[in-house]
Nanobody
Framework: VQLQASGGGLVQAGGSLRLSCVAS????????MGWFRQAPGKEREFVAA????????SYTDAVKGRFTLSGGNASNTVSLQMNNLKPEDTAAYYC????????????????WGQGTQVTVSS
């Protein structure tokens, strides 16, 4: 499985960005696709995840109400709309995939895309 992430960039606090991740067609369905982020000197942390089966989504508390995850059941794609960005959202964002149910633990995701940088200036 190959994951291709896009989006990211530099934005001022309060601004918006949209990240997208596409899984290769060779992936096995159903699939869970998630986003994690890692700031310099910190551990990788869970942001949000979408389960293709049933469409369930989960978010970490820090982004609830600001980030919205949407998934394409047929296309193995997931997008993360990030609104009202804060400087503490600055990190490299990674998309990941696994089979089964959503999980907030990076070790349970078997497939990872390359990171895309999100920088929020104050």
């Amino acid at each position: 499985v190959q994951l291709q992430a896009s989006g990211g960039g530099l934005v001022q606090a309060g601004g918006s960005l949209r990240l997208s991740c596409v899984a290769s067609k060779r992936t096995l369905s159903p699939i869970v696709m998630g986003w994690f982020r890692q700031a310099p000197g910190k551990e990788r942390e869970f942001v949000a995840a979408f389960a293709q089966r049933g469409g369930a989504t989960s978010y970490t508390d820090a982004v609830k109400g600001r980030f919205t995850l949407s998934g394409g059941n047929a296309s193995n794609t997931v997008s993360l709309q990030m609104n009202n960005l804060k400087p503490e959202d600055t990190a490299a964002y990674y998309c990941a995939a696994r089979q089964g149910s959503t999980s907030s633990f990076p070790r349970y995701y078997s497939y990872w895309g390359q990171g895309t940088q999100v920088t929020v200036s104050s």
